[in-house]
């Protein structure tokens, strides 16, 4: 039997027709959203989501608010919608009913046919979008993606090896924080103390991205500091404490502090941002956010994950 198994499997593999256990859900890398592609879909090396090696068809997703699948319930649900409104249509997937529209649309001078879907994660909201090129259509037809968008499945988190591997750096410490969260895959990653979506304004928390226009001339980096740490979200009444230049692991950076208060939690935190310049115009950015009265003992675990930052 072992062997009429194997038999089985390469006899598949030949024929390019997957075997049974294929069917079982792809998550697109660094996500929670996962479906059973079509036959030439492969996850992409440029986005989250899967396309064809033609670059013809593309199946995107992103994790939007929760209350996103609200909304779009609400619209399919009403009688209101006006005549240049397509109408959500209710369609069960392997994680619940979801919400799915097809449009024709233009992509430059091709005729397209577009698909989307919002589905409930509970905490998030799984969004799927797909554009199917004209001369592909009779393979990828609506019956078809529509079969493929109904196997969407919602994973609770991403493994943490998975999320870090993805990254173009390497962390070797996390600090104990509870939540390891991609923000962008392979982009922007964030670490937190909350152990819910709706607590991380309340809770310590640090973000670590790429910044690809960072200034080349050192003499140039405080302003550019002081001018991005003005674009932290969710700060009012913010009041730069410190900005100075420093070395980071052998690297030229520089610190900026902030004390402020959080607009969704109305509460006094102070903020650490640091950049770190590598060559050209790129710099890696860490901002670190905690309650006020939290400083002292989070402080040192801002700075133990800034300093265990690794290049591959």
């Known amino acids: 039997?072992?062997?009429?198994?194997?038999?089985?499997a390469v006899l598949c593999v030949l024929s390019g027709v997957a075997p049974a256990f294929?069917?079982?859900p792809v998550y697109a890398p660094g996500t929670r959203i996962g479906l059973v592609p079509l036959i030439g879909l492969s996850p992409s090396k440029t986005f989250p989501g899967f396309e064809t090696a033609d670059h013809?068809?593309?199946?995107?997703?992103a994790e939007l608010p929760a209350a996103a699948f609200k909304d779009v319930e609400n619209l399919a649900k009403s009688d209101t919608a006006g005549a240049?409104?397509?109408?959500?249509?209710s369609l069960e997937t392997a994680s619940g009913q979801g919400y799915f529209i097809i449009e024709t649309a233009k992509n430059g001078n091709d005729n397209v046919r577009r698909y989307s879907m919002v589905v409930s994660g509970g905490t998030f909201s799984g969004y799927i979008a797909a554009q199917v090129s004209e001369n592909v259509e009779k393979i990828y037809s609506d019956q078809a993606m529509q079969k493929m968008f109904a196997t969407v499945a919602l994973r609770k988190e991403v493994p943490v090896e998975e999320q870090l591997g993805l990254l173009p750096f390497k962390?070797?410490?996390l600090s104990s924080f509870k939540m390891i969260r991609t923000l962008a895959p392979g982009a922007a990653i964030l670490l937190s103390d909350a152990e819910t979506d709706d607590d991380i304004d309340g809770k310590a928390f640090l973000i670590v991205n790429l910044v690809g226009s960072a200034p080349e001339r050192p003499d140039d980096r405080g302003r550019f500091a002081r001018d991005i740490a003005a674009t932290i979200p969710n700060l009012r009444d913010g009041?730069?404490?410190m900005s100075e230049p420093m070395r980071i692991n052998g690297s030229p950076g520089f610190e900026t502090r902030i004390d402020a208060t959080n607009t969704q939690t109305n509460t006094p935190v102070t903020v650490v941002q640091w950049l770190v310049f590598g060559s050209g115009n790129t710099a890696m950015r860490l901002i670190g956010s905690t309650?006020?009265?939290?400083?002292?003992?989070?402080f040192p675990r801002f700075r133990a994950v800034r300093d265990g930052i690794r290049p591959h």
């Open 56 to 61: 013809r068809v593309k199946v995107v997703v």
């Open 84 to 89: 240049q409104v397509i109408k959500p249509q």
């Open 22 to 24: 294929a069917d079982d």
């Open 1 to 8: 039997m072992r062997h009429l198994t194997q038999l089985i």
């Open 171 to 173: 962390l070797t410490e």
């Open 291 to 298: 309650p006020r009265d939290g400083w002292s003992a989070v």
């Open 239 to 241: 009041r730069i404490t």
